[in-house]
């Protein structure tokens, strides 16, 4: 079992919906990042928390929007996505960005947009 | 601009056989490199991080070596089993602010 849990593990939404993707972890880590992976894809960072302030943002479109209301919760809120954003979210946590630390990664919330 | 690139894409062995996999990147400014493996529809584990200062780190039947001057890693299974069936992949992290770049993985089919 996973030390980062995400919720849902699966979304189905329209384009005119809004939603948010949840993760939580419990092992007192302190950056926590959001990773984007088409399928057949390697994974792609989109958004980094270090100490629950956004620290890197990879250019990612303002309809995805990240929101860390503590250090063991982030979210990903989602509004007027489109078809191609459809792919797996993961989100993972380590001890903080100024350790050379090993990422956690949860199982990921597989997003579908139609 | 940093690229990794993992050979062979895909590879099956049978069971018991000792198998290496390859990472090479282009940047050698890299903080650490790290291995994961990814079942299918799930998410990522951890395997080892290697460090820019170390040669190579082990956990268990997993060697991971890394070469930072000539830009590459190899990743080292013993005795390989049905279980290690997964994709592997690498991933380079080149400042301290967990921005990974990943190769696209190698896929790993044991047989029993």
């Known amino acids: 079992d996973t030390e980062v849990t995400q919720t849902p593990k699966h979304l189905v939404m329209g384009m005119t919906n809004k939603k948010s993707l949840k993760c939580e972890q419990h092992?007192?880590?302190?950056?926590m990042y959001w990773y984007k992976q088409k399928a057949k894809k390697p994974p792609e960072l989109m958004f980094v928390?270090?100490?629950?302030?956004?620290?890197i943002n990879e250019s990612v479109p303002s309809r995805f929007s990240p929101e860390c209301p503590n250090s063991s919760l982030l979210n990903l809120h989602l509004h007027a996505l489109q078809p191609e954003d459809s792919a797996l979210y993961l989100c993972?946590?380590?001890?903080?960005?100024?350790?050379?630390?090993?990422?956690?990664f949860g199982n990921g919330t597989r997003l579908t947009v139609t | 601009k940093q690229e990794v690139t993992q050979i062979p894409a895909a590879l099956s062995v049978p069971e018991g056989e000792n198998l290496v996999l390859n990472c090479s990147f282009t940047?050698?400014?890299?903080?650490?490199l790290q291995w994961f493996r990814q079942d299918p529809g799930k998410g990522l584990t951890s395997l080892l991080l290697?460090?820019?200062?170390?040669r190579e780190q082990t956990s268990g039947r997993l060697n991971a070596s890394l070469d930072k001057s000539s830009g590459r890693s190899t990743l080292y299974i013993a005795a390989s089993q049905p279980g290690d069936s997964a994709t592997y992949l690498c991933a380079v992290e080149r400042g301290s602010q967990g921005n990974l770049i990943f190769g696209k993985g190698t896929k790993l089919s044991v047989k029993p």
């Open positions: 940047d050698s400014a890299i903080y650490n």
């Open positions: 928390y270090s100490y629950e302030k956004l620290s």
């Open positions: 290697i460090q820019s200062s170390q």
């Open positions: 092992m007192g880590h302190r950056a």
């Open positions: 993972a946590s380590s001890r903080g960005t100024e350790y050379n630390s090993p990422l956690h």
